[in-house]
């Protein structure tokens, strides 16, 4: 169980189009997504709380026009990397929270394989 | 501003030795702390967690050590094997707010 999937797994762009990245919790319900951005040999940077029928909250520094987040079921999270640049180049990952799983001791975020996006 | 970080960024150990791999962490209001494993290109994957009311964890295999007191999290991970090699994460969390922090992460490398 707790299994999320991203799609796609790897995409390339151009510069200057837009590029959408689906998170998707499979086998249970999340109201709360996360959004992280790795760059590599690097660790996990949270972006933004997407959070199911409400607007996303986002961290100091990521600009919410620039990333759009839609969370518009509780099964599903949406990324949408807008007039996308070389610099968002980047492994995408995204997390669900899953609340009591048995072995965890509280909610607990369980993470999609990533969607690496490379801009050219 | 909080941090979680690593002591050391690689740990190589034989395969069937004992791994440890440590944290610190400086937000003192952290109340519950999660070990993750990344294995390249993947997304971190959960090992196990621990809450501040609590010093020792043990799941299979791995051990959590919480030390509130200097503020240090350990992982063990007993008869490390080559399917361990990956880099791990510590992370905090206020158990309110839902979000974590990550530390920076330590390559484990097991050689046969």
């Known amino acids: 169980g707790a299994v999320v999937s991203q799609h796609p797994s790897r995409v390339i762009c151009k510069s200057g189009t837009s590029v959408k990245i689906e998170c998707r919790s499979l086998d249970f319900q999340a109201t709360t997504m996360f959004w992280y951005r790795q760059f590599p040999k690097q660790s996990l940077m949270l972006m933004a709380t997407?959070?199911?029928?409400?607007?996303?909250?986002?961290e100091q520094g990521v600009e919410k026009d620039k990333f759009l987040i839609n969370h518009a079921s509780l099964t599903l999270s949406t990324l949408t990397v807008t007039s996308a640049h070389p610099e968002d180049s980047s492994f995408y990952i995204c997390?669900?929270?899953?609340?009591?799983?048995?072995?965890?001791?509280?909610?607990?975020?369980?993470f999609g394989p990533g969607t690496r996006l490379t801009v050219l | 501003g909080e941090s979680v970080g690593l002591h050391l960024p690689t740990l190589s150990v034989q395969e069937g030795d004992n791994s440890i791999i440590n944290c610190a962490y400086s937000?003192?209001?952290?109340?519950?702390f999660i070990w993750y494993k990344q294995e390249s290109g993947k997304g971190p994957q959960f090992i196990i967690d621990?809450?501040?009311?609590?010093d020792k964890r043990q799941g299979q295999r791995v051990t959590v050590l919480l030390n509130k007191t200097v503020k240090h999290l350990s992982l063990q991970i007993a008869a490390t094997q080559p399917g361990d090699s990956a880099v791990y994460f510590c992370a905090e969390s206020r158990s309110n707010a839902g979000k974590s922090t990550f530390g920076d992460g330590t390559t484990l490398t097991v050689k046969p």
């Open positions: 937000n003192s209001a952290s109340d519950y």
């Open positions: 997407s959070n199911e029928g409400s607007k996303a909250t986002y």
């Open positions: 621990i809450r501040s009311n609590m």
């Open positions: 997390s669900a929270r899953l609340q009591g799983l048995a072995g965890s001791l509280t909610d607990t975020q369980y």
